[in-house]
């Protein structure tokens, strides 16, 4: 007995010493760990031996059973490794080719601003409302006081798609819109923001612009005032253009506000010392303003004794423009991958 478990030891680490492959190796080690091995049949057949003999031979079968694991293990690592050299050195990633880059979009610089102002004006209380692009004469220019031939009215070239519809010159149609809805006559705190129209065309307008507009209303105890407007106006100017921004009220005219101002602000380019941007004035008009007219109060149901309110409206596309130091109005439109991927991450950076 003792001599064939001899033999099978030597034979097997004959075998296992010579094995070229994994896969024989997992022969070998099933012909004799196996359940029908050669060593299994043994550890079998001790059934058969004496009760002095079996410990002894018992042990001995262990022994061996547990060098050829021992063997077996160390040679699977071998080829394990072997294994993994070769394809390390098939496999070499050549680290300095190209890579295939991830595109990534950004936002586009007008929806920067845009969602800037509305997260401003919410923060003070505002509610961001919407008005149709495809506007009634009525709401974009009569109850805003601008009735049929009134000269105001050739300020701004309108798109008419009949006598009654136009594309919306201006975003001071929702003012009317909101003025109408609100029956209930509660406090009107609310900025629009939405895209307009005009018939012209270059470097610093665009047939289709984007507008703001902003509306307070409350009653006339409540003292809404110039004050108050020119308060917001100016947080929205130092928040939105820039910090250092010194601002200018220029009585003016609209008709749908008394008073009216434009409001200029320090010209960035120059800092006020004058140039071409600003044309030597120092000053840049960005938005227009004033105290809601009476008339647009009565028009639209409100008793001029009882409410007030301020209004102020600009063009988005401005806005853009200084902030990012864009020169052409139009690139915004063109969809231009090379000038829209300048804005990615720009504000973090
Ligand atoms: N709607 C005017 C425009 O497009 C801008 C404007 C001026 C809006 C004065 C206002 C305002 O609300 O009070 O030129």
Known sequence: MKEKINTIKQKSIEEIENVSDLKSLEDIKIKYLGKKGELTAVLRGMKDLSADERPIIGSLVNEVRDTLEEIIEQKEQQFKREELNQRLQKEKIDITLPSNKLKRGSIHPLNRVIEDIEDL??????????????????????RLNLPKGHPARDMQDSFYITDKYLLRTQTSSVQARTMVANEEKSPIRIITVGKTYRREDDATHSHQFNQIEGLVIDKKERNVSLADLKGTLEVFVRKIIGANLDLRFRPSYFPFTEPSYEVDVTCFKCGGKGCNLCKQTGWIEVL????????????????????????????????????????????????????LNQFDRKDEE
């Open 288 to 339: 227009g303003s004033g105290m809601v007219h009476p008339n647009v109060l009565k028009i639209n149901g409100y008793d001029p004794e009882k409410y007030r309110g301020f209004a102020f409206g600009t063009g988005i596309d401005r806005l853009a423009m200084f902030r990012y130091g864009i020169t052409d109005m139009r690139y915004l439109y063109a969809n231009d991958v090379r000038f």
């Open 121 to 142: 004006f919410v923060s003070m209380g505002y509610d961001v409302v919407e008005g149709p692009e495809l506007e009634t004469d009525e709401y974009c220019f009569e």
